[in-house]
């Protein structure tokens, strides 16, 4: 038996895959649902708050460098 890992591209494929499973052809090892969750609301509080700061300043920097380059 060989393992493979497959990307959903359409949500059709889920129907073709139930069948093919209902015939015992393939077997779903693991059904994942995903999560919309934002990236804001994942990693929060993840930094404590004096790197968080240091961190925004930082990038504030950087982008007035950025924007002023050609100037």
């Known amino acids: 038996m060989e ?3 497959i990307q959903i591209t359409n ?3 889920y129907k073709l895959l139930e069948d093919l499973e209902d015939l ?3 077997k779903v090892l693991q059904k994942k649902e995903q999560t919309a969750e934002k990236l804001s609301e994942k ?3 993840k ?3 004096k ?4 961190l925004q300043q930082y990038v504030s920097k950087s ?6 380059r050609n100037i």
């Open 43 to 45: 990693y929060a509080g």
């Open 51 to 54: 790197v968080a700061e240091e």
């Open 24 to 26: 015992n052809l393939i």
């Open 3 to 5: 393992t493979m890992l």
């Open 11 to 13: 949500h059709k494929a």
């Open 63 to 68: 982008r007035e460098e950025w924007e002023s």
């Open 47 to 49: 930094l404590n708050p």
